[in-house]
């Protein structure tokens, strides 16, 4: 088969049938299209077009009985996803901020030659202007542990924030103001809290599972990622159970945004990010005219060094948000992921069913597999040298967890889905020093109670098709895991 004749062909099928850009085939037009260039069991086409740098990037998705290939046409040649080989193009210019390579999974190669090649690069032009790429285990550690030259003020992620809409939230605060709001939030997910809340965490999960309709396609991230998040986000803020839907449509708008290379009416972002405001505004009013209780807004509320946060509106919002997409994104991307690299990994699965003590050591797994979240940006304070290289004071930096936790030559074998792994979590998703995820244990614990309780009442999720993955350089995530549940053989 031949390029050329390979999309002559395909533009005739898409002018003779009409296909739009986007849309997905799944007739008998497939299976005749592809068995003509020797490509068998074809069951669904699916056509997509965005650009990538200057270069408009046109992708054919084929879908087989065994497996899913994906074919191109770009300037730069015939290549896998539709996005150029990172090899084929200079060192000095590589940019691993477009948030295509990460929707198309295709950003592990971008950062494999920057390991291998040049660790701590750095990208003189991007969307978001020029910034160095920390790529290596070892260095992401020193960085994320130095706060006193790394700053995280202002912007955690790799755009800037819109000056007109500056929202202040903990994580992205240097110093005692840093300290004094994080510990305020952070007895909601302390360990005693998290013995009180895990009976009501398994019974939550088991009416998820119990109302999944068995044999029937659903999206596993409608049904269970996103409802057992957004649950334990209603209790982490005591927020109304019947209003509960706002919580991950929060979320989303506030990681759907320009600073992470989405295309979006940033007005309209926040619009909405000030009904949010407005929401929490009227249960910090209740809650601070209540006795103390252990949810976010209540200890708050009542701690003297954030009590009269009700007054300066756009930190209150900033750190809602942080909370919101804190207690959503890793634990739903987490979950989402769980069943991917399982169906990935039959053999693990094997061991998984064989063996279900390894839960917890694979709970660790996924999150380093998966990296739910992709990177953290600092800003540097001073000059400083890193791996070689002279970091000036106000650079920005970004230390790309995704590749931290595939990094070689700390992590033996890292491209490997492995769920015994020994000293699985020693991984970077959940960062180092200060910043470190305040809620990781409340995470942890909610993947450890789903995939007890699925091992208890199901023989299998099966992946039915190609997950569809966020078009984010910051949230490792997917909008759509089709699955089939089945039930275990009485």
Not at 8 to 34: L, N, P
Not at 221 to 245: G, I, N, W, Y
């Amino acid at each position: 088969m031949t390029t050329s004749s390979f999309l002559s062909y395909c533009s005739v099928v898409s002018s003779t049938r009409e296909i739009e850009w986007g849309s997905v085939i799944t007739d008998e037009t497939a299976s005749i299209v592809f068995r003509v260039f020797r490509f068998p069991n074809i069951v669904a086409l699916k056509f997509i077009r965005f650009r990538f740098a200057e270069t408009e990037i046109r992708v054919i998705t084929l879908k087989t009985k065994y497996a899913e290939e994906t074919l191109a046409d770009t300037a730069h040649g015939f290549e896998t996803a539709g996005i150029p080989d990172p090899k084929t193009l200079p060192l000095e210019t590589l940019d691993v901020s477009v948030a295509e390579l990460f929707e198309a999974n295709v950003h592990g190669e971008y950062f494999r030659r920057l390991r291998n090649e040049d660790p701590v690069h750095y990208c003189p032009e991007s969307p978001f202007g020029p910034y160095w790429s920390v790529t290596k285990y070892h260095d992401i550690v020193a960085v994320d542990s130095n706060h006193k030259v790394f700053s995280s003020h202002r912007d955690i992620v790799i755009g800037d924030a819109p000056a007109d809409f500056t929202t202040p939230m903990f994580i992205a605060m240097d110093g005692e103001k840093h300290v004094d709001q994080r510990k305020a939030a952070s007895p909601a997910v302390a360990p005693s809290q998290l013995a009180d809340i895990e009976a009501l965490i398994r019974q939550r999960v088991c009416n998820i599972l119990d109302d999944l309709p068995v044999g029937e396609e659903i999206n596993w991230v409608e049904h269970v990622s996103k409802e057992l998040t957004t649950q334990m986000l209603a209790t982490l803020f005591d927020f109304p159970f019947e209003d509960r839907h706002l919580l991950p449509y929060w979320s989303d708008v506030t990681t759907t945004s320009e600073t992470v290379g989405i295309e979006v009416d940033m007005k309209e972002r926040e619009r909405v990010l000030h009904e949010c405001l407005a929401y929490f505004a009227r249960l910090w009013q209740e809650r601070a005219a209540q006795p103390p209780k252990f949810d976010f807004i209540s200890l708050m509320a009542h701690n003297p060094k954030t009590k009269d946060m009700i007054n300066d509106p756009m930190e209150l919002l900033g750190n809602l948000m942080l909370l919101i997409v804190g207690g959503n994104d890793t634990t739903r991307n987490s979950i989402s992921a769980g069943v991917v690299e399982l169906n990935r990994n039959p053999d693990e699965f094997a061991k998984l069913k064989a063996n279900p003590s390894l839960i917890p050591n694979m709970v660790s797994e996924i999150i380093r597999y998966q990296t739910p979240l992709a990177h953290m940006r600092r800003t540097a304070l001073e000059d400083i040298e890193l791996g070689g290289k002279q970091i000036k004071k106000g650079d920005k930096v970004v230390m790309w967890y995704v590749s931290g936790n595939r990094d070689e030559t700390v992590i033996e074998d890292a491209d490997r889905f492995w769920i015994d792994r020994p000293n699985a979590r020693r991984h970077l998703s959940f960062g180092f020093g200060v910043h470190r995820c305040m809620g990781n244990r409340v995470g942890e614990m909610q993947l450890r109670i789903l995939w007890e309780e699925i091992l208890n009442r199901f023989d299998r999720i099966e992946l039915v098709g190609e997950p569809t993955r966020v078009l984010s350089n910051f949230v490792m995530g997917y909008t759509d895991v089709p699955v089939v549940v089945h039930a275990k053989s009485s």
